[in-house]
């Protein structure tokens, strides 16, 4: 059998998919209620479903929600010990770009053999992807890398993850003596306004286990994200006329300021980094009469996360306490929980992850994400999704940039992560 390893071919291939894809401006809207938040999502979905169907996924479909589904068939013959026996693994990605960048005319810059040093992006002089900001560009030397012109994102967040499934699926194709179990492809919309999962059907994707491509450097394994919930504090004042309303006017944007300047310095996310917990006053808008602050709670144990907002309910006492004729409330509600909770009901799918990154010659490095991602969601969906490299550096800015090579390792270890799964099988430890 031939090793998994993407040749010089191969390679050609997944940066040509690369550049198509981020040339098709896929940004969601975080304000819209529509699913997909935009139709232009499935621009690329569409594409993505064609090509599944070309690379022999006969399967291949894009639903009105734009999430495109496909199944590569296992293909070990009947003799083999882990006939019958492999789960179904699920490589995950995510089509949309960042809302609050622009996506649309995305001008792709290939460097090869990147020498070392700044790279000065040739649409917009004042922007340069500096060895200071950026500590991965050193380790890049000699890579092929690819940035915007500096006028738009690039988008290797997530059509990195993209590409390399799609190589995956490519490389299967041509290696048919590459021994591997069922495997279910997921390209979903909305991710970055936090809705790729809503319209997911989990039984329907039929996935035992699930990874996404869509994390930043290379060897990175991600199972913890936040727990997170949102918090909003509505505030009532009184209005009367400025005139005459000595003794009786209530100020709800006064009060609301009294709240926003308690919070702790060092709860902020401005203030905090690693496992951190923050409260992050994000949205505040209203009036004398009525004001709206809009809270994001993040801590990686649910024990510091209500914590925090056992703070913001005290401020808000304390508040009250100064505005007596004010009527406050406090409403918090659950957006999702650090997916470490669940993963660790069945460590296996990690275990698999942290064993194909040795394969490759690398120590697995594990780290939390202070945000959430889809797997986190559908961790607790019942389909357990731990979160591998893609490859991408400076995500959601103009300043974006890739390194081929990081992204054929993700390919790579796509690859091996199916063929620990079929050696695990084999020897009666899939299941
Ligand atoms: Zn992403």
Redesign the pocket.
């Known amino acids: 059998m031939a090793a998994i390893a993407l040749d010089a071919a191969d390679r050609k291939e997944l940066l040509a998919r690369f550049l198509r894809y981020v040339q098709v401006d896929t940004q969601s809207d975080e304000d819209s209620k529509s699913s997909p938040s935009t139709e232009k999502q499935k621009n690329l979905s569409r594409i993505l479903a064609k090509e599944l169907k070309d690379l022999g996924c006969t399967d291949a479909t894009m639903d009105e929600w734009g999430y495109v589904f496909a199944t590569v068939p296992g293909n070990l013959p009947a003799g083999h010990a882990a006939a019958g026996k492999v789960p179904t693994i699920g490589l995950i990605a995510?089509v949309d770009t960042y809302h609050g960048t622009v996506g649309a005319g995305v001008k792709p810059h290939v460097i090869e053999n990147y020498r070392g040093g700044d790279v000065a992006l040739a649409g917009d002089p004042r922007q340069v992807i500096r060895v200071a900001d950026n500590p991965n560009l050193p380790r890049c030397v000699g890579h092929t890398l690819i940035s915007s012109d500096g006028t738009t994102l690039l988008g290797a967040?997530?059509k990195a993850g993209v590409a390399e499934i799609m190589s995956a699926v490519a490389w299967m194709r041509k290696h048919p003596e590459f021994p591997h179990g069922p495997v279910r492809v997921a390209f979903t919309t909305d991710?970055?306004v936090g809705r790729g999962t809503e319209h997911f059907d989990v039984a329907a994707f039929g996935a035992k286990y699930a990874y996404t491509l869509?994390g930043s450097d290379l060897a990175e394994i991600e199972d913890e994200t936040f727990c997170a919930d949102s918090a909003l504090v509505v505030v009532e004042g009184h209005d009367v006329h400025p005139g005459y309303a000595k003794g009786k006017l209530i100020n709800a944007a006064r009060v609301g300021a009294a709240i926003v300047e308690r919070l702790p310095k060092d709860f902020l996310p401005e203030t905090t980094e690693g496992r951190e917990p923050y409260l992050h006053p994000y949205d505040v808008r209203g009036s004398v009469t009525r004001l709206e602050i809009k809270f994001l709670v993040r801590a990686f144990t649910e024990e510091e996360l209500h914590a925090r907002e056992d703070d913001l309910r005290r401020i808000v006492g304390e508040v009250q306490d100064l505005f007596p004729g004010a009527r406050i409330s406090v409403e918090v509600r659950e957006s999702y929980r650090n997916m470490a909770y669940k993963i660790a009901e069945d460590s296996k799918v990690l275990e698999v992850a942290f064993e194909a990154v040795r394969r490759l010659g690398l120590e697995p490095v594990r780290r939390a994400i202070r945000g959430g991602t889809d797997g986190a969601r559908l961790s607790f969906m019942g389909l357990l999704t731990p979160n591998i490299w893609a490859g991408g550096q400076s995500?959601h800015s103009v300043q974006e940039w890739v390194s081929l090579e990081w992204m054929a390792k993700a390919c790579e270890v796509a690859l091996h992560v199916l063929q620990v799964w079929v050696e695990r099988s084999a020897a009666g430890r899939g299941k």
Do not use: K, R, T
Request: hydrophobic letters at 15%; zero cysteines.
């Open positions: 995510h967040d997530d991710e970055e869509d995500f």
